[in-house]
């Protein structure tokens, strides 16, 4: 029943404004455009000021929700990225050793896996650091003689470590008369640091 309503409605509407123009055309026809000075000299400023007042207004607003509609699909597309991203950093962040234990770490690091292995260390260098961004690269030099098995097991200690470590520089040789290995490792790790990112 609505449906009937609305359609009656519009073709009322049509009939009337189809009506006007005619009426208008014959005026104008007849006695040309004065008939329509006064009201247009007042429609035309109301008019502007609804254009000025509503319309422009009403028409910038719609523009700048399509901006911001456009920039949250934007950002909700990143979003899945960004997490990814915050996740995979974290974990990361999670591999490196404490800053604050920057003078310390490494040393401790290595002289506690050789007593594991009850490796006594022959020479141990001081400790090295360079930077690269907002990180700095620690690194420390060692010598020792051991069996093979215990430079293996020292090895496989160092590379399964929580914290990211990586042995730089590796040189071992057998010793002919004793069968043990002497060994010259150099260990190194990452640091982020202080006020970096």
Same mark, same amino acid.
């Given at each position: 029943m609505?449906?009937? $309503?609305?359609? =009656?409605?519009?073709? *009322? +509407?049509?009939?009337?404004?189809?009506?006007?123009?005619?009426?208008?055309t014959v005026i104008y026809a007849e006695k040309g455009i004065e008939p329509f000075k006064k009201p247009l000299?007042?429609?035309?400023?109301?008019?502007l000021v609804l254009y000025v007042g509503v319309y422009r207004p009403l028409s910038s607003k719609v523009v700048n929700a399509g901006y911001e509609i456009?920039?949250?699909?934007?950002?909700?597309?990143?979003?899945? $990225?960004?997490? =990814?991203?915050?996740? *995979? +950093?974290?974990?990361?962040?999670?591999?490196l050793a404490p800053a604050k234990e920057k003078d310390d770490w490494l040393?401790?690091?290595?002289?506690?896996?050789?007593?594991?292995?009850?490796?006594?260390?022959?020479?141990?260098?001081?400790?090295?650091e360079e930077e690269s961004g907002n990180f700095l690269m620690v690194s420390r030099q060692v010598q020792f003689t051991c069996s093979y098995a215990s430079m293996a097991r020292l090895l496989a200690e160092l590379e399964n470590s929580r914290i990211f470590l990586?042995?730089?520089?590796?040189?071992?040789?057998?010793?002919?008369?004793?069968?043990?290995?002497?060994?010259?490792?150099?260990l190194s790790t990452v640091f982020p640091k202080k006020g970096g990112g």
């Amino acid at each position: 029943m609505a449906d009937i $309503d609305i359609k =009656d409605s519009f073709l *009322r +509407l049509k009939i009337f404004f189809s009506e006007m123009t005619d009426t208008m055309t014959v005026i104008y026809a007849e006695k040309g455009i004065e008939p329509f000075k006064k009201p247009l000299l007042v429609t035309l400023p109301l008019l502007l000021v609804l254009y000025v007042g509503v319309y422009r207004p009403l028409s910038s607003k719609v523009v700048n929700a399509g901006y911001e509609i456009e920039k949250g699909r934007a950002i909700s597309a990143g979003a899945g $990225d960004y997490e =990814d991203a915050k996740t *995979r +950093l974290a974990a990361s962040q999670r591999r490196l050793a404490p800053a604050k234990e920057k003078d310390d770490w490494l040393n401790s690091k290595l002289t506690d896996t050789a007593k594991l292995y009850n490796i006594p260390f022959d020479g141990i260098s001081e400790q090295t650091e360079e930077e690269s961004g907002n990180f700095l690269m620690v690194s420390r030099q060692v010598q020792f003689t051991c069996s093979y098995a215990s430079m293996a097991r020292l090895l496989a200690e160092l590379e399964n470590s929580r914290i990211f470590l990586r042995i730089t520089t590796l040189v071992a040789a057998k010793d002919p008369d004793t069968g043990r290995m002497k060994v010259t490792l150099k260990l190194s790790t990452v640091f982020p640091k202080k006020g970096g990112g």
